[in-house]
C-alpha cells in the first residue's frame, strides 16, 4: 500500500504563469528561532502570507496566492530574480519521496514552472510572516 503523502508522478500545469515585480524581501539571514516549526505545509496558509526562505545558495520570498492549490509568488535566487507564479510540488529529499504541498528545513522545494520542474538547494530555514501585518503594512 502506498503512502499518501507520497506522489510519484505529479503533471505540469496546463495553465501558464505571470512573470511579476520583485517585491522587498527580508534576506539578510536566517531568522527562524531554535524551538520554531522546521516546516509548513501551505495548504494551512491563507492567501497573503509571506514567507523568507533561505537555502543553501539562495534566499526566497515567497507569497503565498492559492495555498490549498498550492500556488505562490517566488522572488529570489538566480532562477526567480524578478519573480514568478508557481506550483509548489513540495518537499522532497531526492530519492525517499515527497513530501507533498510542504516547504520542510533539510529537503530541498521542487516547483512546477510555466518551463517545467525546478528543485531548490537544501531548506535551511524557513519563516512564516504575518499575512495580517503584510496586509496593514501595503
Excluded: K
Excluded at 8 to 17: A, G, H, K, Q
Excluded at 24 to 33: K, T, Y
Aim: hydrophobic share 35%.
Amino acid at each position: 500500500m502506498q503512502n499518501p503523502q507520497v506522489e510519484t508522478s505529479i503533471p505540469l500545469p496546463e495553465d501558464t504563469f505571470e512573470t511579476v515585480l520583485p517585491a522587498s524581501s527580508s534576506c539578510d539571514g536566517p531568522s527562524l528561532e531554535s524551538g520554531s516549526s522546521q516546516g509548513v505545509a501551505l495548504a494551512s496558509l491563507p492567501a497573503g502570507t509571506v514567507l523568507t526562505m533561505h537555502t543553501r545558495h539562495s534566499c526566497y520570498r515567497v507569497e503565498v496566492l492559492d495555498g490549498f492549490n498550492r500556488r505562490v509568488r517566488i522572488t529570489g535566487g538566480s532562477v526567480f530574480p524578478a519573480g514568478m507564479e508557481v506550483r509548489v510540488v513540495g518537499a522532497t529529499s531526492g530519492s525517499n519521496g515527497l513530501r507533498t504541498g510542504w516547504i520542510e528545513e533539510g529537503l530541498r522545494l521542487e516547483l512546477l514552472t510555466a518551463g517545467g520542474r525546478v528543485m531548490t538547494s537544501r531548506v535551511e530555514s524557513v519563516t512564516v510572516e504575518d499575512a495580517a501585518a503584510q496586509t496593514r503594512s501595503a
